[in-house]
């Protein structure tokens, strides 16, 4: 079992930066791949980003390439997502998940094993 925490979230303006938290317990985190997931109302969940059981290599929605970075520290069960340059088609909810196995096996939310329950991220124009 893993249980999953988000923090980080909240309301900001064009062009800013936020850093999003995923706190893990559990006594497989770092032996599991990590990603970012968000949702926004009436759409899909999609993919945002991914990092392999030991931060390499990460993986990156098209939409986020170059804006967004995924990082993890090991040493305390925790996944990062540092976002810079928000624009408003980022609002949504952010939901850290962890992969059934070590690798980046898919972007399909569905064969995710173990979700938070997300922050808000709200981006104003």
């Known amino acids: 079992q893993v249980q999953l925490v988000e923090s980080g979230g909240g309301l900001v303006q064009t062009g800013s930066s936020l850093r999003l938290s995923c706190a893990a317990s559990?006594?497989?985190?770092?032996?599991?791949?990590m990603g970012w997931f968000r949702q926004a109302p009436g759409k899909e969940r999609e993919f945002v980003a991914g990092?392999?059981?030991?931060?390499?290599?990460?993986a990156y929605a098209d939409s986020v390439k170059g804006r967004f970075a995924i990082s993890r520290d090991n040493a305390h069960n925790t996944v990062y997502l540092q976002m810079s340059t928000l624009e408003p088609d980022d609002t949504a909810i952010y939901l850290c998940?962890?992969?059934?196995?070590?690798?980046?096996?898919?972007?399909?939310?569905?064969?995710?094993?173990?979700w938070g329950r997300g922050t808000q991220v709200t981006v104003s124009s």
């Open positions: 998940a962890a992969a059934p196995g070590s690798v980046i096996h898919s972007t399909d939310p569905g064969r995710w094993a173990y």
């Open positions: 990092i392999k059981w030991d931060g390499r290599p990460t």
């Open positions: 559990g006594h497989t985190f770092s032996s599991r791949a």
